[in-house]
Each structure stands twice: as C-alpha cells, then as structure tokens.
C-alpha cells in the first residue's frame, strides 16, 4: 500500500463546479504539500501546511493531522484549472524515499 | 530568473552515451533533489542532498550519479545512457527546514535511443 493516496485518480467537471481531491498518507509527516503540474511539465507548489486550512484565490487546502487526511478545494473552477495536482508529504527522516514522499496525482479536466 | 533551472531542457541521446543534467537554485536553499518522472508511476527520487557534503542515495540511484558543486549546484550523471532511463527528470529545492516550501525546475525531457 502506498503510503500517500489520492484520490480520484482521474476527474473531469465542467466549469463553475466546486472541485474536492483528497489526499490521505498513513507515516508520520512534518508538512504536506500542494503541487500542480500543466501539460507540458512544470511543477509549481501551491500550498505547504502542517494544520489548519490556507486559502490562495479560488484554492483552499485543508489538513487533519489526525485523520492523517489533507483536500485541495477549488471553488469556480475554470478550464486553466486544468492540471494534474499532486499531493506530497514531508517527513521528519530522510532514507531511500529522502524526506519527501509523493502521490501519484490526479488528473484534473475541466471543461468549458 | 527562474528560481531553479535545469538545462538541458530537452535532450536525445544514444545508448552508451554519457550524459549530465544540470541545476542550479537560486533560493540559497540547502537541500537539492533529484527526481525522475514516468506516466503513471509519479515521482520517483534518485538522490537527495541537504548540504554540500551530505550526498545520499534515493530509491531508484542505480545508473546515476551526482555532483553537488556548490549550495546552488547539483548535477545528475548518466554515466551510461540505456532506454529505459527516457524520462522527464525534475530538479527541486527546499529550504533547511523540513517543512521549507519546494521549488521545482521546469524538467529536462530525456530520450535515450
């Protein structure tokens, strides 16, 4: 079992709807972060939080640290949505994983 | 400027060949990373540095190696390129602190003929 999951895998909406991806990880973390990958490669982060919830326009992030469960919320959503978000976690050690351990993402499509 | 770059960007190559991918961060950040990205597999780290003397392999290092020249610097090797090392391969930093935000470079797109 992967120690972070995502989920859906996969998610397509249509423009205007309120998006929700979760992010559950079942170790220990110091920090989980938000990322968001456009076609074509690059990688920006978006959110790093150990509690509570962030805001950052139409994005909102969210953590439990107890249920060991964090959601990326997108509120309006448009077609520059469109993305593939990848959830990752940071840990206290380091090891063959390093100190960061990454979701495989979901693919987000929103359509117009 | 980019905060981290990485060159090349894109870049074919043939089987044997050596190649080396380089970044460079300009955030002062103390720890560097290597990740090779493949569909479906997400990313997956080939070696990590959280000081210029402290080089540490990552789950997939077989078949590469790095150089940490300086605090910016860290550069992947491929000592000698096979096909199934065609990859996007990403270059992060990270501050000293383990909850210090990432930054990525955009990718260097390799194909190994």
């Known amino acids: 079992k992967n120690e972070v999951e995502q989920s859906p895998q996969n998610l397509t909406a249509q423009e205007g709807e309120f998006i929700t991806i979760n992010c559950s990880y079942s170790v220990g973390i110091s920090a989980l972060h938000w990322l968001q990958q456009h076609p074509g490669g690059g990688i920006v982060s978006l959110f790093m939080?150990?509690?509570g919830k962030k805001k950052h326009g139409r994005l909102i992030a969210t953590i439990n640290i107890q249920e060991k469960h964090s959601s990326l919320h997108i509120t309006a959503s448009h077609p520059r949505d469109s993305a593939v978000y990848i959830c990752?976690?940071?840990?206290?050690?380091?090891?063959?994983?390093?100190?960061?351990?990454f979701g495989k993402g979901t693919k987000l499509s929103v359509k117009p | 400027d980019a905060d981290v770059t990485q060159t090349p960007r894109n870049r074919i190559t043939k089987t044997g060949k050596r190649i080396m991918l380089e970044c460079s961060q300009t955030?002062?950040?103390?720890?560097m990373y290597w990740y090779r990205q493949d569909p479906g597999l997400g990313l997956r780290l080939i070696y990590y540095?959280?000081?210029?003397?402290?080089?540490n392999k990552g789950e997939i290092s077989d078949g590469y190696s790095v150089s940490r020249q300086a605090q910016a610097k860290f550069s992947l090797s491929l000592e000698s390129a096979i096909p199934n090392q065609t990859a996007l391969y990403f270059c992060?930093?990270?501050?000293?602190?383990?909850?210090?935000?990432?930054?990525f470079g955009e990718g260097s797109r390799l194909t190994v003929l």
């Open positions: 939080l150990s509690s």
């Open positions: 540095s959280f000081d210029v003397k402290d080089i």
């Open positions: 955030k002062g950040h103390d720890r």
């Open positions: 992060a930093s990270q501050g000293s602190s383990v909850t210090g935000e990432l930054f």
């Open positions: 990752a976690v940071g840990r206290w050690y380091g090891g063959s994983q390093g100190n960061l351990i």
